[in-house]
């Protein structure tokens, strides 16, 4: 009863009211009807007095698992839309939300004696939220760098290729240089005995020819390697072979002779 004057007189008059309510009832239970008597009387002073704020939440507001707090309290569905006495020139701190929304708030004060209605608005949706990142499993790194590898060995093989070629494509010049110039040489040679020019062509001749014998040595190692990293590149692998048992399956074995060059590829896939 005390502490309901005192919030009384310093103006907090929807606090006193509910104090005062309770002295009441407690007044009543210890039949001390003075006590009711002085409740009641300053309960009908402070009727006059009480600032009252309403909540009012529209249909269109109404969400599943809506929630609406005013300062510490939950305010149930029973209290929206009733005016309820609050303490004047005191911040009031109101929020809603409710589950997938963006939560509103707003803060509110009311002057002595006034009464004053908030309508809550629709609450915006929030957003879907972002997609979790993909994390990789051993067996899809394990592919992604098979596949890394394959395009890297698919490259080296073009490139292999591309040079085997160029270096086939010189020998194959350098040895019908050799045959011209040899076939040169017998017009200025009796036998083994040659003049000046039968012996340069010669000697030219046979630098076109070593030049030719290399160029083709090179171009079939080159193409070699080249067929054999392509091979592999399209072969599928064993990811079912312990590690450190995958065997290669593809050999080039390549042969070169003075006058002669071949390349053995061999396996299985």
């Not at 020019?197 to 171009?219: I, K, M, P």
Request: aromatic share 4%; charged share 25%; with cysteine.
């Amino acid at each position: 009863m005390n502490l309901a004057v005192c919030h009384a007189r310093e103006g907090r008059t929807a606090s006193a009211w509910v104090e005062f309510q309770e002295a009441m009832e407690i007044a009543r239970q210890a039949k001390r009807n003075d006590r009711v008597r002085l409740a009641k009387r300053e309960l009908k002073q402070l009727e006059k007095k009480l600032s009252r704020l309403t909540i009012e939440v529209p249909d269109a507001s109404r969400l599943p698992g809506l929630a609406v707090h005013r300062g510490l309290d939950t305010l149930g569905e029973g209290a929206w839309g009733t005016a309820v006495p609050v303490d004047p020139d005191t911040e009031i701190a109101l929020e809603v939300e409710a589950p997938g929304y963006k939560s509103w708030k707003l803060t509110v004060s009311l002057h002595p004696e006034e009464q004053k209605s908030v309508v809550i608005p629709k609450l915006e949706k929030l957003p879907p939220p972002p997609p979790k990142p993909h994390v990789k499993t051993k067996a899809e790194i394990a592919a992604e760098q098979e596949r890394e590898q394959k395009k890297t060995q698919r490259t080296i093989a073009y490139v292999l290729g591309g040079a085997g070629l160029v270096a086939v494509g010189v020998g194959s010049y350098f040895g019908l240089r050799a045959m011209s110039k040899k076939a040169e040489t017998e017009e200025h040679c009796n036998g083994t005995l040659c003049d000046p020019t039968g012996l340069e062509l010669n000697e030219q001749a046979n630098r076109a020819a070593t030049v030719s014998n290399v160029a083709f040595g090179v171009g079939l190692v080159a193409l070699g390697a080249g067929s054999y990293f392509f091979v592999i590149s399209q072969a599928e692998g064993d990811n079912t072979a312990p590690e450190g048992r995958r065997d290669a399956r593809v050999r080039v074995t390549p042969s070169i002779a003075p006058r002669s060059g071949a390349i053995l590829v061999s396996g299985r896939w």
